[in-house]
């Protein structure tokens, strides 16, 4: 069976999850299966190629960016919707070779499973969508974001309470707020013009390494959340239709310190909160 096909069958049945960093924190079984039949399919293609993915880093790989092609995979980006059934669940894989921190993957790719929606990009290929071009829409006004998600619970109350969501300054570039639930297809809208920005202090390198190619190659931009360059590993990233826009957000962004991914690389969270049946 093909590994989206195993999300969709998994997505209405009932499923163990477990917590890792927080209640939003989830992981499942089929978070684990996807992510390690990917790596085998493409470990058997591909012996020397290394991996950066999210279920195997909680079980206590490190997170290392070396010159070697890696692949950085998200099996599951919006397992808490998965879990509870909300639509929007996605697959994340990104590629780069010679340790491109700041410049963009070789390709990205984000399969909305629900939707059955293919997102992806390749280096000065272009960005697609189920075969269409996208393009980002070069406006301001429409904003993605992940308010609940972080490993620190006084982040996300701070997020689900709305302090730190949208600060006031930002309502000059923000007239309306959407929560997909998953970072990746989030990002994606801005790839497609749906939405003209996302920006979030906190994600994972594998939540945001695919989309953030699919951006750039659909005309729109990544950069950190303090306006330096993209770095998918620190944890930082505004994704926006046009620089200008980007430049705003970077602006009037609240920061908190957040550690990044490549620090004290190994982050065994094995173990985790506890476990529901959902
Ligand atoms: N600590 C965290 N807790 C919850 N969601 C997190 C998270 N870090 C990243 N996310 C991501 O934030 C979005 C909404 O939860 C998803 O893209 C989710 O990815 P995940 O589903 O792969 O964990
Ligand atoms: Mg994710
Ligand atoms: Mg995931």
Request: glycine content about 8%; aromatic content about 8%.
């Amino acid at each position: 069976m093909c590994f989206p096909q195993i999300i969709l069958n998994a997505f209405k049945q009932q499923k163990q999850v477990h917590l890792k960093s927080s209640q939003a924190d989830l992981v499942t079984e089929t978070d684990l299966r996807v992510e390690t039949i990917l790596k085998s399919a493409i470990r058997d293609k591909y012996p020397v190629h290394r991996f950066i993915g999210e279920e195997s880093v909680a079980a206590g790989e490190c997170v290392e960016l070396t010159d070697s092609p890696t692949w950085i995979i998200d099996p599951i980006d919006g397992t808490a919707n998965f879990v509870h059934r909300f639509p929007f669940v996605a697959i994340s894989i990104a590629f780069t070779v010679n340790k491109q921190v700041k410049a963009p993957m070789e390709f990205g790719i984000v399969y909305s499973c629900v939707e059955d929606k293919l997102f992806y990009a390749q280096k000065g290929r272009g960005a697609f969508l189920n075969g269409e071009p996208l393009n980002a829409s070069g406006q301001e006004g429409g904003i993605t974001c992940e308010p609940d998600s972080d490993d620190d619970d006084e982040v996300r109350w701070q997020g689900l309470s709305g302090l730190c969501c949208i600060p006031d300054d930002m309502l000059c570039v923000c007239f309306s707020v959407r929560a997909l639930g998953t970072a990746a297809v989030d990002m994606c809208q801005v790839a497609t013009g749906g939405a003209d920005a996302y920006y979030h202090i906190g994600m994972h390198c594998w939540d945001i390494a695919a989309s953030s190619i699919i951006v750039q190659e659909a005309g729109g931009v990544v950069m950190d959340t303090d306006g330096s360059p993209f770095d998918m590993m620190s944890r930082r990233v505004i994704a926006a239709s046009s620089t200008a826009v980007a430049n705003r957000i970077s602006q009037v962004i609240q920061a908190f310190p957040c550690r990044r991914d490549d620090e004290d690389q190994c982050r065994c969270i094995c173990g985790g909160k506890g476990v529901n049946s959902v």
